[in-house]
């Protein structure tokens, strides 16, 4: 089992920034690739960003390029989303999770899940 929790949501203005951070704790979290989604209001969740068990690689969605930067730090069971230039289109739940499974990005393929946390840019 993980337990991930995620804090650092709110409410910033358009422009503005916030990091996201998600503290996993149970299993060795080194272990698992782990990933940012989020979901708005009446959407389906969709992947943000992703990144590699010894954080090497990462990736992001077309959305996501050039603002948000994912990373890890495996020694405080921690991954970040620090997210930059945020827009009212990027209001959403934000969830971490860890990857169980092999094959696409998908939500399906992540077993653990956060309880996510609120980000509201207004504009």
């Known amino acids: 089992q993980v337990q991930l929790v995620e804090s650092g949501g709110g409410l910033v203005q358009a422009g503005g920034s916030l990091r996201l951070s998600c503290a996993a704790s149970?299993?060795?979290?080194?272990?698992?690739?782990m990933g940012w989604f989020r979901q708005a209001l009446g959407k389906e969740r969709e992947l943000v960003a992703a990144?590699?068990?010894?954080?090497?690689?990462?990736s992001y969605a077309d959305s996501a390029k050039g603002r948000f930067t994912i990373a890890r730090d495996n020694a405080k069971n921690t991954v970040y989303l620090q997210m930059n230039s945020l827009k009212p289109e990027d209001t959403a739940v934000y969830y971490c999770?860890?990857?169980?499974?092999?094959?696409?990005?998908?939500?399906?393929?992540?077993?653990?899940w956060g309880q996510g946390t609120q980000v509201t840019v207004a504009s």
């Open positions: 999770a860890a990857r169980t499974r092999i094959g696409p990005a998908t939500p399906e393929k992540y077993g653990y």
């Open positions: 149970g299993r060795t979290f080194s272990s698992y690739a």
């Open positions: 990144i590699s068990r010894s954080g090497g690689s990462t």
